[in-house]
């Protein structure tokens, strides 16, 4: 499973739940400033992934994986992201382009940098993780 | 008027599970003239009763500090209409429970008949003091928390009173101008809000928001209003609403468009897409799925 092989299913279940047609959602797309998405479609964009790929997507895992190896108060501090915190969050967020990324941004701002394509990575990797837990057991 | 519909909690277990009632009795402010002529408890505020019962259930789960909204219904059936003289039994169960969202489904029953079912709601949670103050949410729940168990005495559902031709509602949840009809197509209408609406002091003291139910019941009727006009032969009885979706509050003042539209029309019924907008911006969409009614006397 990767980006690729998930997208169109990614493409439809986003077109789905903010009520637009697929020809208007491409894998770069920003979820809030491209597609006029809101925060209850981010509930329920999540649940119907979770759904349509057999893996579960705890809340706030988005900001969980960008944080990585960092401590919360060295990811951010305030609620505004520090410098360290910034460059994980460019690291994680790879397929967003740099200039979307503003400074002092704070920690709730970050679902506004979300593309289709960070969806499809986020499945991607929990279904890997899923995959490597049923291994183990 | 009141807007809190639970009567009485008979079981609570914290983040899984509850049970309650609601009587429908005349004193009740939300009736409605079904179709047979007697008056119903206005069906899609059996939902909103079901909705509030998950709620008073993830409200004690989290010590009154967050509240469930309505967000995202992936299905809901009106199964048959709620008579005055009847007692709805009501069961949620929580599936999901964190502090941003809480899953639940949910069902009511007028003794062994299913009268309303919730397949999956998804509510966002936010901070209960931006709704009610700590103090009226506690006292509310405690007068209403009484476990145990209820009996249901099952009559023939006639109501006793003198005369139920001469019945007086009292509220009518329906869009006040129709601004565009195209029979058997599409049409369009305007649902202005008004602070004076009677559901507003209970949803919420601190902020008031127009509940969804009450949109959805206005849908509905609007749903009415456009299959008179277009003349087809529907069974309002067994109303489905499927992938509800509320993504902003609408507020007193407001002026809400609803757009209707046939998504669907074949042997298996008619399916009605809805979409209302404030200032362009979508806040409520959903689908009105209604049988034929030919078939469903088949």
């Known amino acids: ?137 | 008027m009141r807007f809190l519909f639970v009567d009485r909690i008979l079981e609570l277990s914290p983040g899984r599970l509850i049970r309650g009632i609601k009587h429908v009795t005349q004193d009740d402010f939300y009736l409605t003239c079904g179709d047979d002529g007697r008056p119903n408890f206005i069906p899609s505020l059996i939902g909103e009763t079901l909705g509030q019962l998950a709620a008073w259930n993830v409200m004690c789960t989290n010590d009154f500090t967050m509240r469930p909204v309505a967000g995202i219904v992936s299905s809901a059936h009106l199964l048959r209409p709620v008579h005055v003289g009847d007692t709805i039994q009501l069961e949620s169960t929580i599936d999901s429970l964190d502090e941003s969202s809480v899953r639940y489904h949910s069902s009511a029953y007028v003794g062994s008949d299913e009268v309303f079912r919730i397949d999956s709601a998804l509510g966002p949670m936010l901070p209960m003091g931006d709704f009610i103050d700590n103090e009226t949410i506690r006292h509310q729940f405690n007068e209403i928390y009484r476990p145990g168990e209820h009996t249901v005495e099952i009559g023939d559902g006639t109501m006793h009173a003198d005369d139920e031709n001469g019945f007086i509602y009292k509220t009518k949840m329906v869009f006040d101008k129709i601004i565009d009809c195209v029979p058997g197509q599409s049409m369009v209408a305007e649902k202005l809000v008004s602070r004076s609406a009677p559901y507003f002091p209970d949803h919420f003291p601190r902020k008031p928001v127009l509940p969804m139910t009450v949109l959805l019941e206005c849908k509905i009727n609007l749903a009415k209003a456009f299959i008179n006009r277009s003349n087809l032969d529907v069974n309002f009885e067994k109303c489905e609403m499927h992938r509800i979706k509320m993504s902003d509050f609408v507020l007193p003042g407001d002026s809400l468009i609803t757009h209707l539209q046939v998504k669907r029309h074949d042997d298996d019924g008619l399916v009605l897409n809805f979409r209302s907008e404030l200032d362009g911006k979508r806040v409520c969409v959903l689908d009105v799925v209604l049988p034929n009614s030919r078939k469903n006397h088949d």
Request: a negative charge; proline letters at 4%.
């Open chain 1, 1 to 137: 499973m990767n980006t690729e092989t998930v997208y169109p299913k990614v493409r439809a279940i986003v077109a789905d739940v903010l009520v637009i047609d697929e020809d208007e959602v491409s894998l770069d797309s920003q979820l809030i400033s491209d597609l006029g998405a809101e925060s209850i479609d981010f509930l329920d964009l999540v649940f119907q992934l979770e759904k349509e790929f057999d893996i579960k997507i705890p809340r706030g895992q988005l900001e969980k994986n960008a944080r990585g190896e960092l401590a919360e108060d060295e990811f951010e501090k305030g609620g505004v992201l520090t410098d360290q915190g910034m460059i994980a969050l460019k690291n994680y967020l790879s397929e967003v382009p740099a200039e979307h990324f503003k400074p002092n941004m704070k920690v709730n701002e970050i679902p506004t940098l979300f593309t289709v394509e960070t969806f499809c990575k986020l499945i991607v990797a929990a279904a890997n993780e899923k995959q490597s837990a049923e291994s183990v057991a």
